[in-house]
């Protein structure tokens, strides 16, 4: 599910499970978090997370077979998404996302968590779960509100359509767009850059950003709020009819219930 490289203090992370659209599941990301704690051990300086040379989607997001029917959170602390953003956003070294192809779903929130974004042109990302009616918890919301300014995130989260990574990159949110010929070279060149910078200067300042990004005022009611919010989704009729619709290749028939 995942091919794993050293090469120059430089660690690559190859999502590697073609035959589900490279679908985030639980085991993809405890062999992620393998990865990131081996490279961790032996001091990896940048880390790129990619997929297959020539992927026509970099990642589906979560997999929904791993999502429960109804009844309960599907976006609870434990859950896999969670931990990869968590592990990506903790790792003390850089992690560049290089995406060739579409990005959907929880793989566009796994892609903001890394500290710098490469993408090939032709390169599209779609936030999916107004599709599928499934809620998103507050960290996930944050991590896009930390990578977009507020109408963006609201645009992609509520319309679902697929952004071409040129606009994206227009806005901010992309560090570099480039022909998928060139996409590789300038981003272990930018690796290696990083690498052959003071390592300890720039997990500080990673760590750093991380709780700056994440200092939000709120008070416990508010949180409360937020978090209850999530279960009017959840427990939806319709949360059961987009899992369902999804897994049966169809479009759902949402009735607001």
């Known amino acids: 599910m995942v091919q794993i490289d050293i090469t120059d203090h430089v660690g690559t992370l190859t999502l590697?499970?073609?035959?589900?659209?490279?679908?985030?599941?639980?085991?993809?990301?405890?062999?992620?978090?393998?990865?990131?704690?081996?490279?961790?051990?032996?001091?990896?300086?940048?880390?790129?997370?990619?997929a297959r040379p020539g992927a026509r989607v970099w990642s589906s997001g979560h997999d929904i077979n791993e999502l429960p029917v109804a009844g309960l959170d599907p976006l609870a602390w434990r859950d896999p998404l969670r931990k990869l953003i968590r592990d990506i956003e903790s790792f003390p070294a850089p992690?560049?996302?290089?995406?060739?192809?579409?990005?959907?779903?929880?793989?566009?929130?796994?892609?903001?968590?890394?500290?710098?974004?490469?993408?090939?042109?032709?390169?599209?990302?779609?936030?999916?779960?107004?599709?599928?009616?499934?809620?998103y918890n507050i960290g996930?919301?944050?991590?896009?509100?930390?990578?977009?300014?507020?109408?963006?995130?609201?645009?992609?989260?509520?319309?679902?359509?697929?952004i071409p990574a040129e606009r994206l990159c227009s806005l901010g949110i992309i560090n570099h767009v480039l022909d998928t010929l060139e996409l590789e070279q300038a981003t272990y060149a930018m690796a290696r850059r990083i690498a052959a910078n003071a390592p300890l200067s720039i997990a500080v300042m990673k760590e750093q950003l991380r709780i700056l990004a994440g200092a939000?005022?709120?008070?416990?009611?508010?949180?409360?709020?937020?978090?209850?919010?999530?279960?009017?989704?959840?427990?939806?009729?319709?949360?059961?009819?987009?899992?369902?619709?999804?897994?049966?290749?169809?479009?759902?028939?949402?009735?607001?219930?």
């Open 16 to 50: 590697d499970r073609d035959e589900r659209r490279n679908a985030l599941c639980e085991e993809m990301v405890h062999r992620i978090a393998s990865a990131l704690d081996s490279f961790r051990s032996v001091g990896v300086r940048c880390v790129v997370l990619r």
């Open 216 to 257: 939000h005022s709120m008070s416990p009611e508010e949180f409360e709020r937020i978090q209850g919010l999530r279960r009017v989704v959840y427990n939806s009729k319709d949360y059961g009819e987009g899992v369902r619709a999804f897994k049966e290749k169809r479009k759902p028939v949402f009735r607001g219930e």
């Open 95 to 135: 992690v560049i996302a290089m995406i060739e192809g579409s990005v959907w779903g929880g793989a566009c929130e796994a892609v903001f968590a890394c500290d710098l974004i490469l993408a090939a042109r032709d390169a599209t990302f779609a936030a999916t779960p107004a599709k599928l009616n499934v809620p």
């Open 140 to 162: 996930g919301l944050l991590t896009f509100l930390n990578a977009a300014t507020l109408r963006i995130g609201k645009e992609m989260l509520f319309t679902a359509d697929a």
